[in-house]
């Protein structure tokens, strides 16, 4: 599940132009002078590579980032910065293939993308790579300011994904930021010699406190951009949408942000805590030390410090993980970063509540199960079989609705197909209704969002999948894999409610379909689909599948407080 995100967008890079850009004026920052370049829309610049911290780089590895560099010469801000350090994708994994096969184009269009995308280079990979990238409005003046946090699972993903570099958000006004942040091994690992070694006595969770650093930096610095530092909407898709629930959970991110979008992600359903052992919880993860020790074990070190630790090339530590180690490189419990994990901060009302929008796709499963091939993420495996060997399995996660669950997910029937429907909803439907019901029960609205727009195409195989709505948020569809006048239509409406979202917390304005709170299930249904609304209002979306697969999480979260942390 991972790895997938990291080749969604690598048709769209074959669409970059090649042309030299035209350059700004001279901007003046609270770092120093900037140029950026002028767009393919003469009314938007964009500012790229703009470093947000110090490189994390021989004692600031596993380190919380360090203040931003400034500079007296005009900074050039045409090219983007580095991604950061990330497993390489495999040439060989199929998902791309998935992706371009299940899109249902004629065969020589088929041919033809795969060609373009296999000749395609990898952007230069780095652990020098905490930078952001500013896209807004020529003469824009105290403008919303929309901050995306990429997905990939904390473990792959840029900021300059050409997905996210689309001008759609930025000719209605806004500000848009794009950020890197720490991934994997280097941003998410805790050693006990690293926490040894830490003022606060912890570690782990460098990623998100980049993305903390990179808020701090929008509140010292966007309003040279035209941006109002406050009214900020952080926003982002999977793992970025995470990020948003981890964000809204660290009281290090309180006041930094006044809005949150969270696409077809929540992290209430990650529950690692600092030390101890692997947690006792079945579905449960790593402890970020046990998963620390297993990691110098790997790397030959024996007992190491924190130096030495850090004397490891990147290169070596990448490409010798221990198996599964990625379930680990998530949020931990650390006392300092996160209190609590953020289900438990959201159950608890302990959160920086804003008013969020969120919302997930139908067919979330459908480019995962084929890796995967677990329904439930609460149970370490789950095989085919008969409905009361199933149900036998299925009753420690769910001892009370394992039966009902066959009755609307008949695995026993069809494990694949109803496996994939599980999984997309268990995985997200389930923990962004969470997350909205939370944030309403701490004072603040909520709206949500179904999403089931599939490819244009008789013959598409992936129905509305993970990640299909990005294209609509920032305008970057790829003519090649189909896009429709209701397509385009769509893409109109979505980002008319992101934007009038950003600028003052909810998503309705003129010329929009009204979209109510969530409160009492209501759920705007986006679909391009011939013969549906492009968006209307829809009662308890699947609401009796998520009822039953909230008994997961419910009991996860009541073992996880009864843990000792």
């Not at 824009?140 to 958000?169: R, S, T």
């Not at 909407?233 to 949408?241: K, N």
């Not at 090649?480 to 893409?491: A, F, K, M, N």
């Amino acid at each position: 599940m991972n790895r997938a995100l990291a080749l969604a967008g690598a048709l769209l890079l074959a669409s970059c132009g090649a042309s030299a850009p035209t350059l700004t004026e001279v901007l003046a920052t609270p770092q120093g002078p900037v140029q950026g370049i002028v767009t393919d829309d003469p009314d938007i610049v964009s500012y790229q590579g703009i470093p947000f911290a110090a490189p994390p780089v021989g004692d600031l590895r596993w380190a919380p980032p360090a203040p931003a560099p400034r500079w007296s010469e005009t900074r050039n801000a045409s090219e983007f910065g580095s991604r950061c350090m990330q497993p390489r994708a495999n040439p060989d994994d199929d998902f791309f293939d998935r992706l371009i096969d299940g899109h249902g184009l004629s065969a020589a269009k088929t041919f033809a993308i795969k060609r373009i995308a296999g000749a395609l280079g990898s952007d230069p990979m780095s652990e020098d790579c905490l930078y952001l990238n500013v896209r807004a409005p020529k003469a824009a003046k105290d403008a919303p300011v929309m901050v995306w946090i990429h997905g990939g699972g904390h473990q792959f993903g840029e900021a300059n994904f050409p997905y996210y570099q689309g001008n759609g958000l930025a000719e209605r006004g806004v500000v848009l930021v794009t950020l890197n942040y720490r991934l994997g091994v280097f941003g998410y690992m805790a050693h006990p010699a690293l926490s040894e070694d830490d003022p606060r006595g912890v570690s782990g969770n460098y990623g998100s406190l980049d993305q903390v650093a990179a808020l701090e930096w929008v509140r010292d610095n966007i309003e040279a951009y035209g941006g109002d530092p406050n009214n900020v909407t952080i926003f982002g898709e999977s793992a970025g949408a995470w990020s948003v629930t981890e964000m809204m959970s660290t009281p290090l991110a309180s006041g930094l942000f006044h809005q949150a979008i969270a696409q077809s992600g929540a992290s209430s359903y990650h529950m690692s805590q600092l030390d101890g052992p692997d947690m006792p919880i079945p579905g449960g993860w790593p402890s970020g030390h046990s998963m620390g020790l297993r990691v110098a074990d790997a790397l030959g070190l024996d007992d190491p410090t924190a130096a030495e630790l850090r004397a490891v090339p990147a290169e070596e530590i990448r490409e010798k993980l221990p198996p599964k180690a990625e379930e680990a490189f998530h949020h931990i419990r650390d006392g300092v970063v996160f209190p609590q994990n953020v289900g438990l901060a959201f159950a608890t009302g302990q959160i920086n509540a804003v008013p969020l929008l969120t919302g997930y796709n139908s067919d979330e499963g459908t480019l995962f199960f084929d890796d995967d091939g677990q329904p439930s993420v609460w149970l370490e495996t789950l095989e085919p079989g008969t409905r009361a060997e199933l149900e036998t399995k299925l009753r420690a996660p769910f001892p009370q609705h394992a039966d009902a669950l066959l009755d609307v997910y008949p695995l026993h029937e069809d494990f694949r197909t109803h496996g994939i429907q599980w999984m997309g909803d268990e995985i997200f439907g389930t923990n962004i209704r969470f997350a909205a019901r939370a944030v309403e029960e701490a004072g603040q609205p909520s709206w949500t969002y179904f999403f089931s727009r599939v490819p244009p195409s008789d013959t598409q195989t992936l129905g509305a999948f993970h990640a299909a709505e990005i294209p609509f948020v920032f305008d970057t569809h790829e003519d090649l894999l189909g896009v429709s006048d209701e397509d385009e239509q769509l893409t109109d409406i979505m980002i008319g409610y992101w934007a009038n979202f950003a600028k003052d917390g909810n998503p309705n304005g003129a010329g929009l379909p009204d979209w109510p709170e969530h409160a009492g299930e209501n759920w705007m249904h986006f679909s391009a689909n011939s013969g549906r609304p492009l968006a209307e209002v829809e009662q308890g979306v699947r609401r009796e599948k998520l009822d039953l697969l909230s008994e997961g999480l419910q009991l996860k979260l009541e073992q996880l407080a009864d843990a000792k942390p």
